[in-house]
């Protein structure tokens, strides 16, 4: 790490000056999530990281001022070299914004440290203990290795008075960034679904949540999750799209059905010209109908192009590949807001597993801490076992998730996903009624208008219910229907 003459370590004291610095705290917001004092090598430079998290919890302000009071109060001014030492970082500081590359070399070189402590232990492990088994030992110590990241974010066991002090803080930023982005403090705590009656149940999707979505094949999964992206990203929210089982093609086929409003058979029908680009298309039109669907393409493209939308479509991902493409896609990305993963039933996991209930456990409890260690919400599909289908009442229930029991217990929300006509063939006018204008039962197997009901089976910050959409299957849309039975707009 750069040190100068007087043994100050560059990075350490860059960032500790740059949150003196700052009287707006937007420095100390920046870094407080992302380093833990034990990463600081230098003592000195360790208590002081402290003391800004310790005023940061009280709601003080983090300046020279409060911090040298706040050493003195903990009898630390001293240990640290006083108001001269202080006074050396602000001398010292380089004046940056952001400070993310000092920020990045601290927590490297705290992780290779621990991780090469780790591969000492692993390594003397395997020079003094008998191993039985090479495949159960190796997966043992990559589990172990894993466990890096997870014990640097340990916290220590606190009173309720500091847990309620840095609720209020939390609180005050909370309302501090609703009017920030023009939002109202209408019970909507988290990133805002798209759809009014999800918002109603679920307040929004929230920080750390994991969302499953169950339904069994072909009843709409994937569609519903990338509307539920595509209502994040088209307010101007990153997000990200794991698809284990599509193509990035095929996804974004449907996305460009859902903004076009175009049907993918209308589409391909177009004839698509040499020289074409997403931002120009050139189409031969043969007729009026023909040029208008062309307009209508081209806008959508324009809409998809402008979507802070990332896909990945790498088939048979590990859930190690899934977990560090997202920390570094956050790491680039420090604002992606929503991810989704489809489908949990197509990840595998490494090391030794007794069977795949053991397996998807793993995973499970995995997506759970992802969510926690990248502070966002993560959907991730899960299909319902094939035994649902035999009861007479076919509407799923949460045991109806394939090796259900972890994923029962990780979930902070689970919705289930019931189309009747995907049992009767029934067809749906746009309104979701089965019957035609004579009262008619409505038997076209291929209609693409279909009605889902929705089970909330679980929502561990609220309460649970049931939510009616229409599915425009050829379209790639779902609208929320109200109690009133009309549907409810984007």
């Known amino acids: 790490m750069p040190q100068n003459p007087e043994g100050i370590d560059l990075n350490e004291i860059t960032i500790l000056g740059n949150i003196l610095y700052d009287e707006t705290g937007d420095t100390f917001l920046t870094v407080a999530p992302q380093l833990e004092p034990e990463d600081f090598l230098d003592p000195r430079n360790r208590a002081i990281y402290k003391t800004f998290l310790d005023l940061g919890k009280k709601n003080i302000p983090v300046d020279p001022a409060t911090v040298s009071e706040e050493l003195k109060n903990n009898k630390l001014y001293d240990e640290v070299g006083g108001d001269a030492y202080l006074e050396l970082i602000m001398r010292k500081t380089t004046r940056i914004a952001p400070v993310e590359n000092y920020v990045n070399n601290v927590k490297d070189r705290s992780l290779l440290n621990t991780f090469l402590g780790r591969i000492s232990e692993i390594r003397d492990d395997a020079k003094s203990k008998p ?127 859902l903004t076009s409003s175009l049907s993918t058979d209308e589409i391909n029908s177009l004839e698509f010209q040499p020289g074409s680009r997403a931002d120009h298309v050139i189409i031969n039109a043969h007729s ?106 076919r509407k799923p229930m949460m045991s109806d998730l394939r090796d259900s029991g972890a994923i029962e217990q990780d979930a902070d929300i689970i919705l289930l996903l019931y189309r009747q006509d995907y049992y009767s063939n029934v067809g749906l006018d746009n309104k979701g009624q ?55 707009p984007f």
């Open 131 to 257: 191993i039985s088994d090479i495949s159960e030992f190796i997966g043992k110590a990559e589990s172990s290795i894993l466990e890096i990241t997870k014990m640097r974010r340990v916290a220590q066991i606190v009173k309720m008075k500091d847990v309620s002090e840095s609720l209020v803080s939390k609180l005050v930023i909370q309302t501090q960034e609703f009017k920030k982005n023009g939002r109202k403090a209408n019970g909507v705590t988290g990133l805002e679904t798209g759809f009014s009656n999800l918002d109603f149940f679920t307040k929004g999707w929230q920080k750390q949540n994991m969302i499953v979505v169950g339904a069994r094949p072909s009843v709409g999964k994937t569609a519903f999750a990338l509307n539920l992206l595509y209502q994040v990203s088209k307010r101007g929210t990153p997000v990200v799209f794991f698809s284990l089982e599509m193509s990035a093609e095929s996804i974004a086929m449907r996305l460009l059905s």
């Open 288 to 393: 009026p109908e023909e040029a208008s669907m062309a307009n209508k393409l081209q806008r959508g493209l324009e809409e998809l192009n402008r979507l802070p939308f990332f896909i990945d479509d790498n088939p048979g991902s590990k859930m190690l590949d899934i977990s560090t493409k997202c920390k570094k896609l956050k790491n680039l990305i420090p604002d992606v807001g929503l991810m989704a993963i489809d489908y949990l039933g197509l990840i595998t996991t490494t090391g030794k597993k007794d069977n795949r209930q053991a397996e998807v456990q793993d995973i499970s409890r995995q997506v759970k801490q992802l969510a926690r260690d990248l502070d966002i919400p993560i959907i991730v599909l899960s299909q319902l076992k094939r035994e649902s289908e035999a009861r007479d009442n």
């Open 434 to 488: 089965a019957n035609d204008a004579n009262g008619n039962p409505r038997m076209e197997a291929n209609n693409p208008i279909s009605k889902v009901d929705i089970t909330l089976a679980k929502n561990r910050n609220g309460q649970v219910g049931e939510l009616h959409f229409i599915f425009d299957k050829e379209h790639c849309s779902f609208n929320a229907v109200a109690d009133d039975g009309q549907e409810t």
